[in-house]
T-cell receptor
Framework: AQKVTQAQTEISVVEKEDVTLDCVYE???????LFWYKQPPSGELVFLIR??????QNEISGRYSWNFQKSTSSFNFTITASQVVDSAVYFCALTSGGGADGLTFGKGTHLIIQP | EAQVTQNPRYLITVTGKKLTVTCSQN?????MSWYRQDPGLGLRQIYY???????DKGDVPEGYKVSRKEKRNFPLILESPSPNQTSLYFC????????????FGPGTRLTVT
């Protein structure tokens, strides 16, 4: 069975600080996909990134960066110079992708950016 | 525009009153699914469908029904809602075999009193 663990239930930082959200996953599949979603207070899910298991290259998109390490089964997300608009719940998710199983989500990390 | 739509977006109802939440997609996707999101629990899959007339249980199917009579629609049915079904519900769709490219709907916030 697949599992995603987001151990940080809530993180609170002051604006402009850097913050890292942790994600640890478990799967027996050799091919799998990892995701990060943002859920602002309005409730919709905003797709941030998808990574497949064969691509361990780290990615940077503006203030966002992702560190994928298969050796530790982790897919961590860092926000640099955080802003109040980054306040949201962030979900990490996993799927093998090719079958009928949907996404397995972590429980989410509530990020609070204080002005 | 490619999209998944859900209706209603917000619903307050009473225990035992049957309700249906509709989900529709315009991308000709075979695969559709429903998730519920509860505080501290993340999203959990309720039911999924791999094509018309093909549905199967996800992780938390109790108290729900679904149907897939048309490819574009995948309604979620609560025949006798209870307060523990108060939740935020998401519908999603993708091409078969490409669940890693799921499109999510905007969510339906359901309150059962």
């Amino acid at each position: 069975a697949q599992k995603v663990t987001q151990a940080q239930t809530e993180i609170s930082v002051v604006e402009k600080e850097d913050v890292t959200l942790d994600c640890v996953y478990e799967t027996r599949d050799t091919t799998y996909y990892l995701f990060w979603y943002k859920q602002p207070p309005s409730g919709e899910l905003v797709f941030l990134i998808r990574r497949n298991s064969f691509d361990e290259q780290n990615e940077i998109s503006g203030r966002y960066s992702w560190n994928f390490q298969k050796s530790t089964s982790s897919f961590n997300f860092t926000i640099t110079a955080s802003q109040v608009v980054d306040s949201a719940v962030y979900f990490c998710a996993l799927t093998s992708g090719g079958g009928a199983d949907g996404l397995t989500f972590g429980k989410g990390t509530h990020l609070i950016i204080q002005p | 525009e490619a999209q998944v739509t859900q209706n209603p977006r917000y619903l307050i109802t009473v225990t035992g009153k049957k309700l249906t939440v509709t989900c529709s997609q315009n991308m000709n996707h075979e695969y559709m699914s429903w998730y519920r999101q509860d505080p501290g629990l993340g999203l959990r899959q309720i039911y999924y469908s791999m094509n018309v007339e093909v549905t199967d249980k996800g992780d938390v199917p109790e108290g729900y029904k679904v149907s897939r009579k048309e490819k574009r629609n995948f309604p979620l049915i609560l025949e006798s809602p209870s307060p523990n079904q108060t939740s935020l519900y998401f519908c999603a769709s993708s091409l078969l075999g490409r669940v890693y490219e799921q499109y999510f709907g905007p969510g339906t916030r359901l309150t059962v009193t």
